[in-house]
């Protein structure tokens, strides 16, 4: 997998989700090892946006040719009445214009599931220089994010890292899969 030069990075989003038009923005301190976890939270983030409407995700398929790496996973839901197909796909690709620019394209499309959104988004990822003092590789900054607005999200929400959001959510992913084993199919 190519790898993102290691410093602060600007990761700005836009697209949509459902109707509505999204702006994101995230700075995150890059390393070599929190690089490539940036990938696996991403994973991981869709597992859990399914894992409370008793979907399972398959493992994702994941491939590199040059400089973009293409990946998709299927999610699909437990229920014995639900339709081979219901579910949700994954779909992105990453281009890595350079160690320093690269170009994330994501998108997420339902079938046959109520309350879920197809959402396009396309990450522009910017490598600005050093880490700051107050960050180390796998930190990041949250600005936030705006609906159906032209502008861009300047505060910050909160700082996180890389390794305890994905602590945070594998933890919250598995309580979603034990909640649904005792629930039953849906």
């Keep these: 997998m190519p790898a993102r030069k290691?410093?602060?990075?600007?990761?700005?989003?836009?697209g949509t989700v459902g109707p509505n038009q999204v702006k994101a923005l995230k700075k995150y301190c890059l390393g070599p090892s929190?690089?490539?976890a940036l990938h696996e939270l991403e994973i991981l983030r869709n597992e859990l946006q399914v894992v409370h409407s008793d979907i399972t995700c398959q493992s994702p398929n994941i491939?590199?040719?040059g400089n973009v790496?293409?990946?998709?996973?299927?999610c699909r839901t437990n229920s014995a009445d639900d339709d081979e197909a219901a579910g949700t796909d994954f779909r992105w690709t990453v281009t890595f214009k350079s160690d320093s620019e690269a170009v994330n394209e994501t998108h997420s499309l339902p079938r046959d599931v109520m309350f879920h959104m197809d959402n396009k988004m396309v990450e522009e990822q910017r490598w600005i220089g050093e880490c700051p003092a107050n960050l180390k590789p796998g930190d990041f900054l949250d600005l936030g994010f705006n609906y159906n607005s032209d502008e861009w999200p300047?505060?910050?929400?909160?700082?996180?890292?890389?390794?305890?959001?994905r602590k945070q959510l594998e933890k919250s992913l598995k309580?979603?899969?034990?909640?649904?084993?005792?629930?039953?199919?849906?």
């Design 6 to 14: 290691p410093g602060l990075w600007e990761m700005r989003a836009t």
């Design 34 to 36: 929190s690089d490539r």
């Design 63 to 65: 491939s590199v040719s």
């Design 69 to 74: 790496m293409t990946g998709e996973m299927a």
């Design 154 to 165: 300047n505060e910050n929400r909160r700082a996180g890292n890389i390794r305890e959001t």
């Design 175 to 186: 309580e979603g899969v034990e909640m649904n084993k005792r629930l039953g199919p849906m």
